[in-house]
T-cell receptor
Framework: DTAVSQTPKYLVTQMGNDKSIKCEQN?????MYWYKQDSKKFLKIMFS???????INETVPNRFSPKSPDKAHLNLHINSLELGDSAVYFC???????????FGQGTRLTVV | EDKVVQSPLSLVVHEGDTVTLNCSYE??????LLWYKQEKKAPTFLFML????IEKKSGRLSSILDKKELFSILNITATQTGDSAVYLC???????????FGSGTQLTVLP
């Protein structure tokens, strides 16, 4: 059973397009996250979402918006894609006070 | 701004060697420090440390935290080629429950 799953695994799209990446977790966790990993392998938090409370990293452009239809899903929607958005995007989830985040397999986004 | 620094950035050793990876941090309201191993895809959890001086151990891997000097080390003894990966250190701090990651150490173990 996959604990945190993301789709698609690979996404190639043109500049200016709008795209979404889906994430689902079956761990029963109450907090979900989106991270961006750049070409230098630096993982940086974009959003965390807990019980309808959204915490946004202030450096994230407002073209990025998370959408959570329910506790088990946190999708990432990106408007007007730019070349610099090319990266691997990881979804993660955690429960309560443990702080241990479990990661999905990542979505490699390439903007051409 | 919270900051996590790992060293070295990369390391090449031969099978059987012992390695020590370093992680230092400057954060507000420290909660925990975590180590992850990232091979090709998702980072996988290794250890979570919250108290100083208590070693966590799993097989050939061990880790310890020093909250006074604000650092942690990850030791791998008798390295194997399967240990080749990027090792990520992350610190959880503040009320937002978000992890700040270091840039990782790329470990390559040669046969």
């Amino acid at each position: 059973d996959t604990a945190v799953s993301q789709t698609p695994k690979y996404l190639v799209t043109q500049m200016g397009n709008d795209k979404s990446i889906k994430c689902e977790q079956n761990l029963g966790h109450d907090t979900m996250y989106w991270y961006k990993q750049d070409s230098k392998k630096f993982l940086k938090i974009m959003f965390s979402y807990n019980n309808k409370e959204l915490i946004i990293n202030e450096t994230v452009p407002n073209r990025f918006s998370p959408k959570s239809p329910d506790k088990a899903h946190l999708n990432l929607h990106i408007n007007s894609l730019e070349l610099g958005d090319s990266a691997v995007y990881f979804c993660a989830s955690s429960q309560g006070a443990t702080g241990v985040a479990f990661f999905g397999q990542g979505t490699r986004l390439t903007v051409v | 701004e919270d900051k996590v620094v790992q060293s070295p950035l990369s390391l090449v050793v031969h099978e059987g060697d012992t390695v020590t990876l370093n992680c230092s941090y400057e954060v507000t309201n420290f909660r925990s420090l975590l180590w992850y191993k990232q091979e090709k895809k998702a980072p996988t959890f290794l250890f979570m440390l919250t108290s100083s001086g208590i070693e966590k151990k799993s097989g050939r891997l061990s880790s310890i935290l020093d909250k006074k000097e604000l650092f942690s080390i990850l030791n791998i003894t008798a390295t194997q080629t399967g240990d080749s990966a990027v090792y990520l250190c992350a610190v959880e701090a503040g009320s937002a429950r978000q992890l700040t990651f270091g840039s990782g150490t790329q470990l390559t173990v040669l046969p």
